[in-house]
């Protein structure tokens, strides 16, 4: 069964930074598009960053600059190194992985940025 498991978030102040990872198992990674989503209080999921099993890499307007996609397919890992943080950046954050055979999704992990 396929799985996705996030770590990394917590609480941090703002302009703070924070590094998240995802880890997927049984799963054949290095052909999944992977990416990163979040979901504030009362509002819908939105796309953070994306990177392709291409390592084609785009990103939110609202985090350009400050945020960083990468991944490691001999780690089965994606990352996302978030810096300048602002308390607008709270959410849960969530991974994604799509190809043919389906789109799967982790269980999240809660950002805060507050002081």
Same mark, same amino acid.
């Given at each position: 069964q396929i799985r996705l498991v996030e770590s990394g978030g917590g609480l941090v102040q703002p302009g703070g930074s924070l =590094? @998240?990872?995802c880890v997927g198992s049984q799963m054949a990674f290095g052909y999944y598009n992977l990416a990163w989503y979040r979901q504030a209080p009362g509002q819908e999921r939105e @796309?953070? #960053?994306?990177?392709t099993?291409?390592?084609?890499?785009?990103?939110?307007?609202?985090?350009?600059? =400050?945020?960083?996609?990468? =991944? /490691?397919? #001999? !780690?089965d890992t994606?990352?996302?190194?978030?810096?300048?943080?602002?308390? !607008?950046?709270? #959410?849960?954050?969530?991974?994604? #992985?799509?190809?043919?055979?389906?789109?799967?999704w982790g269980q999240?992990?809660? /950002?805060t940025v507050s002081s």
């Amino acid at each position: 069964q396929i799985r996705l498991v996030e770590s990394g978030g917590g609480l941090v102040q703002p302009g703070g930074s924070l =590094r @998240l990872s995802c880890v997927g198992s049984q799963m054949a990674f290095g052909y999944y598009n992977l990416a990163w989503y979040r979901q504030a209080p009362g509002q819908e999921r939105e @796309l953070v #960053a994306k990177i392709t099993s291409d390592s084609v890499i785009t990103y939110a307007d609202s985090v350009k600059g =400050r945020f960083a996609i990468s =991944r /490691v397919n #001999a !780690e089965d890992t994606v990352y996302l190194q978030m810096n300048s943080l602002k308390p !607008e950046d709270t #959410a849960i954050y969530y991974c994604n #992985a799509d190809w043919l055979s389906g789109t799967f999704w982790g269980q999240g992990t809660q /950002v805060t940025v507050s002081s």
